[in-house]
């Protein structure tokens, strides 16, 4: 017994140490100089820590930080509202419909649920191109907002089907029109189901890549916090005053949220990956 | 909306004056259904399934990206697929990486949950900080293990240069590394779900197994493990469908490197439509990768199916 005690406790410590190692070397090294990170990256430095690191990245003319902080939240902020906008009345449409092309664009819809996004990037290229979207912001959110409607419409077209009919009847013969229905009586009792999309959602369009890189492009000049984590710390990968303060910046913010928020995102995804 | 529920909402319409009106009423009800489900449809439409087409269309020419219109080429970038020994060695590490990662991500996922099933506040935080890497994501994660590991990064510091390490830039341990990194950044997302399951398994069946006699041991494989089935499912698709996409860790962790012996399949496909603006070799190698996920997601699935079935039988 005290045995298999021992073992636990051995396992939680190297699993600290595991996951809190690299937090630890972010946020100790931000602070340091490049002589100081290089002869003791593990411990106290020499010069002390300083500031000065971290006020020149943010005031870097390379890559504005808060300026893609700024961007990203936008993108993220207009995705969730597309994404309600464009997949509520349409689960609901779904859920409440039993013919037969409603299931058939129900399967339509979920389409994209296994196919990567990043193979799409690509013939998606060639669509944006077509129709003049190409490296613009319409066209990056409409993409964006596009790979997220397969696992929306699952989640939510489950979640309606467990809302009683009896609630549209009453709507209905209060006057309410089908969109009146469901904004006004549904959708406020999808707050769960809608708090799991978004979380699955906000998560996957502040750490996309892919996208923003690719269908936004650097020329475009619009950078979202990993693109321009990219931009500035490929090219300057050795010089660790700039590559730890970056990754602080990016990372913080982010980091601060998830405490606060951490039973709703490990909820959200965990009921997303379930029932997905 | 059904024509049933519509009739009985109107009990007053009758004959054919009534008929008319609940025709009416259908016919309006058709068009508000489909005027909610538009939007959704014509934005997978435009930007899924005709991108689809459109990459197997590309597939066999030799578009790249500027000329138009594209030139059909046959087959000849699937051929030359097979034949391009870069796209080979891709295809032969992103099925290692693959392979290894669901693994080592399935049963470390298992494992830790089994440790941290109890609840109390230890857990909870302990459960908080293997998942952090999710919400950081893969680029800014790669760039912390590559100034963690990298030839001048803090573990190579640390031990000085006699003793260094050569975690990046050697070809075998660069390919480890690789692994072990992404396993470290994915693995959490498999504790939370298999903690999810762990939830679902009864606590009076575990107890009847302890009544009687039953090791801790054999309480796992004989009562948990059958009973996490579905959960296991889950997490072997999620991790398999998104190791065979890797590509953003790689990017920021060796960029390729040492030599392109890290480059995985998505890495190929995007640096040969990007940076050879080869589109149409690239969309090949999209094909490829598509058939192969959506091969491997059915098959598991089936296979579950499958098992469930016979158990049931």
């Known amino acids: 017994m005290t045995a298999r005690r021992v073992g636990r406790v051995l396992a939680v410590a190297l699993l600290v140490l595991v996951m809190v ?39 870097s003319p390379d890559f504005n930080v ?42 339509v819809l979920l389409a994209g649920l296994f196919i990567p996004g990043q193979t799409l990037v690509i013939p998606v290229i060639y669509v944006l191109k077509a129709l003049g979207l190409i490296g613009t912001v319409p066209g990056f959110l409409l993409f964006e907002t596009t790979l997220t409607v397969p696992t929306t419409v699952f989640l939510f077209v489950a979640f309606v089907q467990t809302v009683p009919r009896e609630l549209d009847e009453a709507a209905r013969i209060d006057g309410a029109s089908r969109y009146g229905t469901f904004w006004r009586v549904i959708f406020p009792l999808m707050r769960p189901v809608v708090a799991t999309a978004m979380v699955l959602n906000s998560i996957g369009v502040w750490t996309d890549f892919v996208n923003p890189q690719f269908i936004l492009g650097p020329q475009s000049g619009v950078y979202t916090v990993t693109t321009g984590v990219y931009a500035a710390i490929s090219r300057l990968s050795t010089d660790y005053t700039v590559v730890y303060p970056n990754m602080l910046l990016a990372t913080a913010p982010v980091i601060v949220f998830y405490v606060f928020m951490q039973k709703r995102i490990i909820g959200g995804l965990t009921a997303g990956a379930i029932k997905g | 909306m059904r024509a049933s529920k519509e009739s009985t909402a109107r009990p007053a319409a009758s004959g054919a004056a009534g008929r008319s009106a609940r025709a009416r009423a259908r016919r309006r009800a058709t068009t508000a259904d489909i005027a909610m489900m538009a939007p959704p449809l014509v934005l997978v439409a435009g930007l899924i399934i005709v991108p689809i087409a459109i990459a197997v269309y590309l597939s066999f020419t030799d578009w790249n990206g500027f000329t138009s219109p594209p030139h059909l080429i046959g087959f000849r970038n699937y051929v030359r697929l097979t034949e391009d020994s870069a796209v080979r060695h891709a295809a032969f590490l992103t099925l290692l990486i693959t392979a290894v990662g669901t693994v080592a991500c399935n049963v470390l996922g298992l494992g830790v949950a089994l440790l941290l099933n109890r609840n109390n506040r230890i857990n909870a935080f302990l459960r908080v900080l293997v998942f952090y890497p999710y919400v950081v994501g893969a680029v800014i994660l790669g760039f912390l293990w590559s100034s963690i590991l990298g030839t001048s990064g803090a573990v190579n510091a640390a031990v000085g240069a006699k003793h260094s ?6 070809p075998t341990w660069a390919v480890v590394t690789v692994i072990c990194v992404i396993v470290w950044s994915s693995f959490g997302v498999n504790v939370v779900l298999y903690l999810a399951g762990l939830q679902t398994v009864p606590d009076s069946v575990i107890e009847a197994a302890k009544i009687d006699g039953a090791t801790p041991w054999q309480t796992f494989w004989r009562v948990k493990l059958p009973m996490l089935a579905p959960t296991v499912t889950v997490n072997v698709v999620l991790v398999v469908i998104g190791l065979l996409r890797v590509y953003e860790l790689i990017l920021a962790l060796t960029a ?5 012996e890290t480059r995985s399949f998505v890495y190929n496909i995007l640096t040969s439509s990007f940076d050879n603006t080869q589109l149409g070799y690239g969309a090949a190698q999209s094909v ?7 091969t491997v997601t059915v098959a598991i699935t089936a296979a579950r199916r499958r098992s469930e079935q016979a158990v049931a039988a």
Do not use: C, E
């Open chain 1, 21 to 59: 190692g690299p937090l630890y070397l972010m946020l100790t090294n931000a602070f340091k100089s490049q002589h100081d990170i290089l002869a003791v990256p593990f411990g106290w430095p020499s010069g002390g820590f300083s500031l000065k690191y971290l006020t020149d990245a943010l005031t």
């Open chain 1, 66 to 107: 808060v300026a893609a902080y700024g961007v990203t939240l936008l993108f993220v902020v207009a995705v969730n509202a597309l994404n309600l906008l464009v997949v509520g009345p349409a689960s609901y449409a779904i859920a409440r419909g039993g013919r037969r092309y409603h299931r058939a664009i129900m399967l």
């Open chain 2, 165 to 170: 390490l050569p975690f990046l830039s050697d």
């Open chain 2, 256 to 260: 390729g490197g040492p030599a392109g």
């Open chain 2, 288 to 294: 490829v990768l598509m058939v192969v996920i959506v």
